[in-house]
């Protein structure tokens, strides 16, 4: 590889970790009141293909995909330290539907959120 070509793919290699990080940062703000790439992209002043290639770049992931891993971590969280009902938590996602929140949550985890929150009772 050339000199220059290596300098380019360094430099937008970094330009994607500081886009992906900048992502990151927004996703643990606002993860509560947005659950769109889109808006995500608008914060950050660029599309959202662009923003999937940069998240892609840095992480192996897409933006989507690193959004939905942000809300079952946050929503982990809510099973295991709070009594809110699977439909508070639903709703703190801005889901409306508790159903769609927990067929989401099964195809990440493998299990329902109900399911989640006795595995961690029973296991303390």
Do not use: W
Request: aromatic share 8%; charged share 20%.
């Amino acid at each position: 590889m050339s000199q220059v070509k290596k300098v380019e793919t360094t430099s937008s290699l970094t330009a994607a970790l500081r886009i992906t990080r900048k992502f990151k940062h927004l996703l643990s703000q606002h993860i509560y009141s947005h659950n769109k790439v889109a808006t995500y992209a608008s914060m950050l002043s660029i599309t959202p293909d662009h923003l999937n290639k940069c998240v892609k770049a840095s992480t192996g992931k897409t933006a989507q995909e690193l959004l939905g891993d942000m809300v079952v971590l946050e929503a982990k969280v809510l099973l295991r330290q709070t009594s809110l009902s699977i439909n508070e938590i639903a709703f703190r996602f801005s889901e409306t539907n508790s159903s769609d929140f927990s067929r989401f949550f099964k195809s990440r985890t493998g299990v329902t959120p109900k399911e989640y929150r006795q595995q961690t009772f029973l296991g303390q």
